[in-house]
Each structure stands twice: as C-alpha cells, then as structure tokens.
C-alpha cells in the first residue's frame, strides 16, 4: 500500500514538474524513456492533469491571448451527428408555437415558446411516452393555483406563505419526482402565473389568464410531441445506444488505424476529440428522465461512464506519436474486435458477451494507454449481469406499505433534495419579495428565471451561472433590444418576424445542443430573448418594458447564484469528494442489505435511489471543477481526474451488486443452500468493510487492519463447490456458477478499486 502511494506522490510531482518547466506534455509522453519508472497510472495522471485538462477546459494560458476562446468556440460550435436533426426539431417546435400564440394572440407566448424549444432537446422516445403526464401535470397544477387562490387570495400574510409553500412545492417536486416531464410543467405553470394572481385585475381575469397558461403550455407540449413522434419515425431506433454505438465505433476506427500501422486521419481524430468534448452529459440527461425500468437505467448509465471513459482515453491516443510493436499488435486486435462485438450486440439488442484480455503481458510501450483500455472494455459485459429487474422477483409489500412510484424511493430518506427544494425557495422567494416590495412588478421575470435555471440542471455550478448572465446579456440586451431599434422598426408583417424569430431561436438551439460548458448559454440566450418579443401580440416599442424583464433576469439569475454558489455551497472539488465518499459508505449499507433474518422487508430501493443520484452529482460536479480557479486549481484537476477513473469501477460495482441481490433475498428461482447463504453473508460483510476503507482511506483517516479480500471469495467459492459435490452436479453447472460468475466480478472489480484508491 505504501509502494501505491509513493507512485502516486512521485507521479504528481512529476507532472508538477513538467507544467512548472513548460514542457509539451505531448512531447514529453511521446519521447519518455521505457526505463523512467512510470507506469500505467502515471500516463494517464499526467495525461488527464496536463492535456485534457487543458483541451476540456479551453482555459487560456495568458489573460491577453484570445486564441483560447476561439478554439474553445470551434470545439462546442463544431457540428456532430444529429445535431442539425436535433437543432431542426427545436427551431421548428419553438417556430409553430410562436406562429400559433401569434396568430390566436394568446396570452405566455413567450413560456409556451419557450417550453417547446427545451423540451423538444429530449429524445423522442421520451416525449413520445410523456403524453400523459402531460394532461395529468397541467390539470393537477391547474386546480391547485384555482382552488388554493380562492382560500389565500384575501389576505396578504396568508397570500405570502402560499407563494412561499408553492414555490418549495415545486422546486421539491422537481428533484422529487420520478417523471421529469410532469414535475416541470407543474412548476412551470405555477411560477408563471403567481404575477398574474398579484395584478390589479379582476377575479375572472385571473382565472381566465390561468386557463390561458394551461391551454398555451399545453399546446407546446403537444407541438413538441408531435415532432419527436415524426422525427423518431423518420430515424427509428433507441437514441440512447444509438450513440453509445457511435462513441464505440469512433474508438475501434482509431484501433484500426494503428492496428494497420497508418497515421490516424483528420477525419478520425476530430470524430474522437469532438465526441470527447461533447461528453456524456445529453446521455445521462436522456437516461434520468427517461422511462426505462429501475434496472436499465443503472446498467445503461455504467455503460454510458464506461464508454465515455474509453473516448477520453482515445482523445488522450490521438495526441501522442504513436509506435505500436509487434507484441502490441495482437492486443489492439483483440481490443478492437471486443469493441467492435459490443458494438454489434447493443445495436442488435443482444447483451455482450464477456471479455478478457491476458493482462500479465507486459506492454512494449509503444502505445501508453493500452492498459487502460483493457481494463474499460471488459467491464462493459459486467453491467449487464443478471437477468432482468429485481422488481420482477421482489414480494408485494403490504398494501399500506406499498411506495407511490410518483415519487423516487430516496424522497424522504435522501436530505440531498429537501436541501435543493429549500434552496430554490430561498431564492424564488426573495425574488418575489423585492419586487413586490420596491412595486416594480416588471421584473417579475424573476421567478421564472429561478425555475428556469433549476430546470437545466438539478444543482448549480458557478461556469453555469457565468453561462446564464453571459446569455441574459446576449440575448436580452445585445439582441432583444438591438432588434427592437435596429430590426424591427423595418418588419411589417409576420413573414418578416418570423424569420428573424428562426434566426435567433437556430442561434440558440445549436448553443443549447453544445456540451456542458456552452449549453446553457443558448437556453438563457432564447428565455432573455422571448421574454422580450413574444408577451405581445405587437413589436414592443419600449425599451423600458424589455428592460425590465432583462433586469427581471438578471435578478433572478443573482439570487440563485447567491443562494447555490455563496450562501450554501462549497467549491466544486470539495463537493465532489465528499459525494464520492458517500457514494462509497451508501454502497456498502447497500451491499449489507437486507439485514438477516429480514429479507421480506429489503429497505434498498432508497439507497439505490441516493446512490444513482450521487453518481449523476459526482460527475456533474466534476465538469464544474474545470471551471474554478485558485491557488488549489492543479490539485483540484488531479483529484477530478482520479475520481472520473474511479466512477466506472464503482458503477460496475453496484450494478453487479444489485444483480446479486436475487440471491441474498432467496427470490424463487435464486435459492442457496444454508451453508451457501452464510458464506455469501460474510462475503458481503467482508465487501462493505473494504468500502468502508476506501471511503476513510480518502478522508485521510488511517486504514484498518482487515483480512486479504480475495480470502473472502476463496471460501465463498469452497463454500460453494463443497455444497454442490453433496448435490446433482448440474446444480454447479447452473444457478451456481451464474452466482459464482457476479461474485467473482464483484472481487475483481472491489480489487481493482481498491489498489486504485
């Protein structure tokens, strides 16, 4: 253990070193010498601290150089397959809307508009099943602001705990609930009308303008719904493992470049680094919101880990001059052909089939990362271990025990989303309270501004704060207002509006469509933008109106990140650490359950719940470290590369896990025998203390002393075979050597694990 951490001290100051000295990390990595004592994990530390850092962040090196930004525009703006597709959809959605609310003049043009822009980002496959939520989310938010505005309208105090209460109710829901589609228009059709229920209008103008808002966010729900049908007709298929397929097929293209000994093309090389620039982030997003069942949501997202984790090790590749031996050959082949079978099997809807390279070869060193790679690609097969969701085998709870799957298991349990709930209320709130208190109810866009943003992303970021102002500013100012003195005064029909409307709503949507770091400028940049131009049925001669509602934003945008980034935040590294920590004890609680002699009462599916949560978090927050800045910024890029090669592992880890659970429960079908179950008892004890380990050896506590985890496995084995050689021998050759295949993963995997931490 002291050999680990010496290498890895020894490693950090190297690459110390080499940034302090100047030197091309490139050209370093390409040129070092095969006896200068680096391994593997050495490359890949230098490597992720030096080069990806640097091409992930597009941070310039000198304050006055501007070459930096141009190169980071060129990567987020650089078109990538269905973007067009995915742009086209949003423009034409967001375009009929406006077309329709315009020509019937209806009232919230602009949240309608609005609405059918960002939720036509989603896949179709998601918006095609979100139908019912739909009526069901605007019905039930539509009689809760008529039937609570009735009781609260009369009196100011009761009137302000109200919008308080609602506000947290949909912020909560939010992060609550499990259909993202139906907490978003509850709280969207909410926030929207509390400036309606404050005018100094009457009570049937009020309900009115609410049916207004239901009947028009309705409308752009089904316009984007219908596109996302017509689309996914046009291109059938699942999204999702269409482009997990298309990130495996750019890596087994450049293994087939150096496996035929040819420089690798521009072509290639820019597929790769642009799909590694593009990340994972649409994917995860497709998966949290999606209706896949509990069970392939957890393996899809520790392949969508794995596979992005394969394309940043291939962007690494494709910078290095590489020389590939003869002894290399023979493994680029087979790591190719692996790559190449899981890339047929997902697309066939087949489950791979498992993979193992010979990894006691020594490598030549003429392709650094290789080792890498063959550790990725064999986990991918793990994931899908087992044979279908536990809920297909689990006992019916009693009925006055039975959960709503309205809500996420982890709803009550997990103080994670009462933490976010309040913060969006803190902030919705003030806002509210000071317009209304300095009677500037023109900036009551404020609100909605705190929904917006939380919308985007479930927990805050300080490079998306800097993105929202950047686009408020773009859009509402720079934009909105330059077309209101520059444009507009020479537009005399709807024809002309409308082209300008597709110019600036394209604008946006391929700014939203970028990666992580740029989408959430073009979101802000259409809300700013909108706001502006589609409340009226008319071009809005004022400049004081579209300054007041830019200024609406502005506060809005302030208050949320006063509240998320300064009054109840830490810095992004902090945060991520401490998450993956949790992560780690909640696996272990997970692997512990159920507890003996209460296997009828599993108490998992919160923890499961917090521990998907945990890694979505983990990895947002980690795109958030390339943004901070600080003395600590070297350390921080280091820890954020280490915890992005451990994710992987862990979500293999916890997916095997749950596959194991089964048999721990003794489901029909996946019974032990006595002495089997007790072994597999201790083995999972034995497994959750070695997490607990990592998670203490990462908060520097010192390590406890325990027994060899492979000791654990060997008796679990023994156990095993010892049973069956007292039973039919085709018990070993059927449910026990399923059940030996997951717990042998289990160890591999907990192995590798650990020695990395």
């Known amino acids: 253990m002291r050999a680990i951490i010496d290498q890895r001290q020894f490693e950090e100051r190297l690459a110390a070193n080499?940034?302090?000295?100047?030197?091309?990390?490139?050209?370093?990595?390409?040129?070092?010498?095969?006896?200068?004592?680096?391994?593997?994990?050495?490359?890949?530390?230098?490597?992720g601290t030096l080069k990806m850092a640097l091409l992930a962040q597009s941070a310039p090196e000198s304050p006055r150089s501007t070459a930096w930004f141009r190169e980071f525009l060129k990567d987020e703006l650089t078109p990538y397959p269905e973007r067009a597709a995915l742009v086209a959809r949003m423009v034409i959605a967001a375009t009929i809307v406006m077309l329709i609310t315009m020509t019937f003049r209806m009232p919230y043009g602009a949240y309608a508009a609005l609405y059918a822009l960002t939720i036509s980002r989603e896949s179709p496959q998601t918006i095609g099943k979100a139908v019912k939520s739909i009526v069901a989310a605007f019905a039930l938010g539509g009689a809760y602001v008529l039937m609570s505005t009735w009781v609260f309208l009369g009196d100011p105090l009761l009137r302000l705990l109200w919008v308080i209460g609602s506000l947290f109710a949909s912020f909560y829901a939010i992060s609550t609930m499990t259909n993202y589609g139906a907490s978003s228009?509850?709280?969207?059709?909410?926030?929207?009308?509390?400036?309606?229920?404050?005018?100094?209008?009457?009570?049937?103008?009020?309900?009115?303008?609410?049916?207004?808002?239901?009947?028009?966010?309705?409308?752009?729900?089904?316009?984007?719904?219908?596109?996302?049908?017509?689309f996914g007709?046009?291109?059938?298929?699942?999204?999702?493992v269409r482009s997990i397929a298309e990130r495996l097929a750019s890596v087994e293209e450049l293994l087939t470049c150096y496996l035929a000994d040819r420089p690798v093309d521009d072509k290639t090389e820019k597929r790769v680094t642009r799909l590694a620039m593009l990340g994972t982030s649409r994917l995860?997003?497709?998966?949290?919101?999606?209706?896949?069942?509990?069970?392939?949501?957890?393996?899809?997202?520790?392949?969508?880990?794995l596979v992005g984790r394969l394309v940043d090790i291939a962007a690494n590749l494709t910078q290095l001059r590489i020389q590939v031996a003869s002894d290399d050959r023979q493994r680029i082949r087979a790591l190719a052909a692996s790559i190449a079978?899981?890339?047929?099997?997902?697309?066939?809807?087949?489950?791979?089939?498992?993979?193992?390279?010979?990894?006691?070869?020594?490598?030549?060193?003429?392709?650094?990362?290789?080792?890498?790679?063959?550790?990725?690609?064999?986990?991918?097969?793990?994931?899908?271990?087992?044979?279908?969701?536990?809920?297909?085998?689990?006992?019916?709870?009693?009925?006055?025990?039975?959960?709503s799957t309205l809500f996420v298991a982890d709803a009550l349990s997990n103080p994670e989303h009462l933490k976010f709930g309040l913060k969006g209320c803190l902030a919705a709130s003030l806002c509210y309270i000071i317009y209304n208190s300095i009677?500037?109810?023109?900036?009551?866009?404020?609100?909605?501004?705190?929904?917006?943003?939380?919308?985007?992303?479930?927990?805050?970021?300080?490079?998306?704060?800097?993105?929202?102002?950047?686009?408020?500013?773009?859009?509402?100012?720079?934009?909105?207002?330059?077309?209101?003195?520059?444009?507009?005064?020479?537009?005399?029909?709807?024809?002309?509006?409308?082209?300008?409307f597709v110019v600036v709503t394209g604008i946006a949507a391929w700014f939203a469509t970028s990666g992580p770091r740029l989408s959430y400028f073009g979101v802000q940049f259409a809300v700013a933008f909108y706001l502006i131009h589609l409340q009226e049925f008319t071009i809005q001669t004022s400049l004081a109106v579209a300054r007041d509602r830019v200024a609406g934003i502005l506060l809005g945008l302030f208050m949320m990140w006063l509240v998320f980034d300064q009054l109840w935040s830490a810095p992004a590294a902090v945060e991520m650490r401490r998450t993956f920590i949790s992560n780690l004890r909640s696996l272990g609680q997970l692997v512990r359950e159920p507890l003996p002699g209460r296997e009828k009462t599993w108490r998992g599916d919160s923890l499961r719940a917090t521990i998907n949560t945990n890694f979505d978090k983990v990895r947002s927050l980690a795109d958030g470290v390339l943004f901070e800045l600080g003395p600590s910024r070297h350390g921080d890029l280091a820890l954020r590369n280490q915890i992005r090669q451990l994710q992987p592992q862990l979500r293999t880890l916890f997916v095997t896990r749950i596959a194991l659970v089964k048999y721990r429960l003794q489901l029909p079908g996946f019974e032990l025998p006595e002495t089997v179950r007790v072994a597999q008892q201790q083995f999972d004890d034995r497994l959750a203390r070695m997490l607990d380990?990592?998670?203490?050896?990462?908060?520097?506590?010192?390590?406890?002393?325990?027994?060899?985890?492979?000791?654990?496995?060997?008796?679990?084995?023994?156990?095993?075979?010892?049973?069956?050689?007292?039973?039919?021998?085709?018990?070993?050759?059927?449910?026990?050597?399923?059940?030996?295949?997951?717990?042998?993963?289990?160890?591999?995997?907990?192995?590798?694990?650990?020695?990395?931490?």
């Open 18 to 47: 080499i940034r302090g000295r100047c030197i091309n990390p490139t050209s370093w990595l390409a040129n070092r010498r095969p006896d200068d004592g680096l391994g593997e994990s050495a490359v890949v530390i230098i490597r």
């Open 185 to 230: 228009r509850f709280g969207y059709l909410i926030v929207i009308t509390i400036p309606l229920w404050d005018s100094h209008i009457s009570t049937e103008l009020r309900v009115e303008g609410t049916l207004w808002a239901v009947w028009a966010i309705t409308i752009a729900s089904v316009v984007a719904g219908l596109g996302g049908l017509v």
């Open 233 to 240: 007709a046009i291109r059938p298929g699942d999204e999702l």
């Open 341 to 403: 079978s899981i890339h047929a099997d997902l697309l066939s809807g087949r489950v791979p089939g498992r993979i193992e390279f010979n990894s006691e070869s020594e490598l030549s060193g003429g392709v650094p990362l290789l080792r890498e790679m063959e550790k990725t690609v064999p986990l991918i097969p793990v994931v899908f271990s087992g044979s279908g969701p536990i809920s297909e085998y689990m006992p019916s709870p009693p009925a006055d025990e039975r959960r």
């Open 693 to 757: 380990r990592m998670a203490d050896r990462m908060e520097g506590k010192p390590p406890k002393e325990t027994d060899r985890f492979e000791d654990a496995f060997e008796r679990l084995e023994q156990t095993v075979r010892h049973c069956c050689s007292e039973g039919p021998q085709e018990l070993l050759t059927a449910e026990m050597q399923a059940f030996l295949a997951l717990s042998r993963s289990i160890e591999n995997v907990t192995i590798s694990l650990d020695k990395e931490i």
């Open 284 to 305: 995860r997003r497709t998966l949290r919101r999606s209706t896949y069942s509990e069970q392939y949501r957890e393996q899809m997202g520790a392949v969508v880990v």
């Open 439 to 500: 009677d500037w109810p023109g900036i009551s866009t404020a609100i909605t501004t705190c929904l917006l943003t939380a919308l985007s992303t479930v927990g805050a970021s300080r490079q998306k704060q800097v993105l929202r102002f950047a686009g408020a500013i773009g859009g509402g100012v720079v934009v909105g207002m330059g077309a209101q003195v520059f444009i507009l005064p020479y537009l005399a029909s709807i024809a002309g509006f409308t082209l300008l």
